[in-house]
């Protein structure tokens, strides 16, 4: 049929693999590309996104305008608080209460409930404005923010976390409910500032800034004092104590108590290891704080005998990455600062706005030598097994914290020369994104500021993203080798 023509259907690119639409405009075919970017890359999104957020925030803070004298701060003070507010640490370099102006203030309290929401959270925000949906590789993304084996290829029980139906409704519901809590605790702020003899609008506006660094867990303070004024204010410190608790808990326990309030619902796995670690290791923790400290006149001991369990209960939840101290951290005994730097470590919740390995890591790994010792051949708890994989996350999550924490205190113990008890207390500090210091990062040369600035970084987006990215490799091997065992113990 030498005159007939045959029409071949038009083949387009599918722009969730990254290709582009024919016939797109430029920004359709910008659109399509971030897209797909996103969904071939999830970890490496996040990091991009995360990291970009941070040097925007840092060049707005090297500006004249973000300088309360306006002369701009040194590019490292701009950069190191930037990554501060954005990892939701706390550390500063520079006095937080004078240095800013009102710009840069408000900089500064966008970037901290920015990182409070969760960098794969942000991400997976970030990915459904550009792409103006949201598919399924975004959805797991959102969901490894809450569980990291959400994107495991064999069998995970939906009642684990969220299930990835509700991940669309999290996402725009996660920033509304961090600011009603904010809001809430602002409420039972203002009172006591007003009483402090703050003018309304003062009141309302330092309040609001001590509630958002509360519960994204950050530890700035609006205040030249910091809450020195308030380091014996029950009122004062159970607020900001109970602002810290709730945003160490992850946005999947918060929502998992409020399903069990309204509708009875069951608590899943993770919320309970998550409270009954969270509970267990605030009162141990404040039990050693008072038995180490109350003999000392610089801290505990320099309070009266019915105040000190409250200061050593509100240092203890401030481990979990809270930041605040209303005692003076660097005049603390040497055991007390190792005890501390346990609980740094460990930090709070997954999908919280807390740092450290994560509750839930320790609870998994104490799960597993438990049932080693009893010669059991499976993870067992509360009725449910938890399966191996979980326990190589847990492994390599815990692995690459203490390497991340060897590294940057060897650096800087060269650097400074430094006590140990000192440069690893703030290292700790930075790892977990918990905030509290001895005072070193005042003192420290800019090579050493660089050094804490990446520790930050790497310890607010690296367990997560290495949690996510290493359950996304998770092949099935259908042959099983030799075996022979290792010598080990």
């Known amino acids: 049929m030498s005159g007939a023509r045959v029409a071949f259907p038009t083949v387009r690119a599918n722009p969730g693999f990254g290709g582009a639409r024919e016939g797109a405009s430029l920004a359709g075919r910008l659109r399509d590309a971030f897209d ?33 004298s306006r002369n701009p701060v040194p590019f490292v003070d701009a950069l190191f608080t930037a990554v501060s507010a954005i990892c939701v640490t706390g550390l500063t370099t520079v006095d937080m209460a004078t240095q800013w102006s009102v710009f840069g203030n408000v900089a500064i309290l966008v970037g901290l409930q920015v990182g409070g929401i969760g960098v794969l959270t942000m991400a997976s925000i970030l990915g459904l404005i550009v792409s103006r949906r949201l598919g399924l590789k975004q959805r797991l993304i959102a969901a490894s923010d809450t569980n990291p084996s959400r994107v495991h290829g064999g069998p995970v029980s939906e009642s684990q976390a969220i299930r990835l139906g509700d991940i669309g409704s999290l996402l725009a519901t996660v920033a509304l409910s961090a600011l009603i809590i904010e809001l809430f605790l602002t409420a039972l702020i203002v009172p006591r500032l007003l009483l402090a003899g703050l003018d309304p609008w003062a009141a309302i506006w330092k309040g609001f800034y001590f509630a958002a660094s509360a519960f994204t867990n950050t530890g700035f303070v609006p205040t030249v004092e910091g809450v020195e004024p308030f ?237 996510a990215s290493l359950a996304a490799r998770q092949r099935r091997q259908l042959f099983m080798r030799a075996e022979e065992r290792p010598i080990v113990g």
């Open 231 to 467: 380091a014996t204010d029950p009122w004062f410190l159970s607020v900001i104590g109970a602002g810290v608790f709730l945003g160490s808990l992850g946005f999947p326990v918060i929502f998992g108590l409020l399903r069990l309030v309204k509708i009875r619902a069951r608590l899943s796995l993770h919320s309970k290891l998550t409270l009954f670690t969270t509970i267990a290791l605030a009162i141990l923790g404040a039990i050693a704080i008072l038995v180490l400290e109350w003999s000392n006149p610089a801290t505990l001991g320099g309070q009266d005998a019915i105040a000190r369990p409250m200061t050593a209960g509100f240092m203890s939840l401030m481990t979990r990455s809270g930041g605040f101290a209303n005692v003076d951290v660097d005049q603390m005994n040497g055991s007390t600062l190792l005890v501390m730097d346990m609980l740094m470590f460990v930090g709070g919740g997954s999908a919280s706005t807390a740092g450290g390995i994560k509750v839930t890591t320790l609870a998994v790994l104490f799960l597993a030598a438990f049932a080693e010792a009893k010669g059991y051949s499976d993870v067992q708890v509360m009725e449910r097994r938890i399966p191996v994989d979980v326990l190589r996350l847990s492994v390599s999550v815990v692995l690459w914290g203490a390497t991340i924490v060897a590294t940057a205190s060897i650096a800087i113990l060269h650097i400074t020369g430094e006590p140990l008890d000192r440069v690893l207390f703030d290292v700790i500090s930075a790892f977990a994104t918990c905030g509290l210091s001895t005072g070193l990062t005042t003192e420290l040369p800019d090579s050493g500021k660089y050094i804490l600035a990446a520790t930050m970084w790497a310890g607010r987006v690296g367990t997560v993203t290495l949690a």
């Open 36 to 68: 797909g970017f996103a969904q071939r890359s999830p970890a490496r999104f996040a990091i991009l996104v995360f990291t970009g957020l941070i040097l925007i925030l840092a060049a707005i803070l090297a500006t004249p305008w973000a300088s309360s």
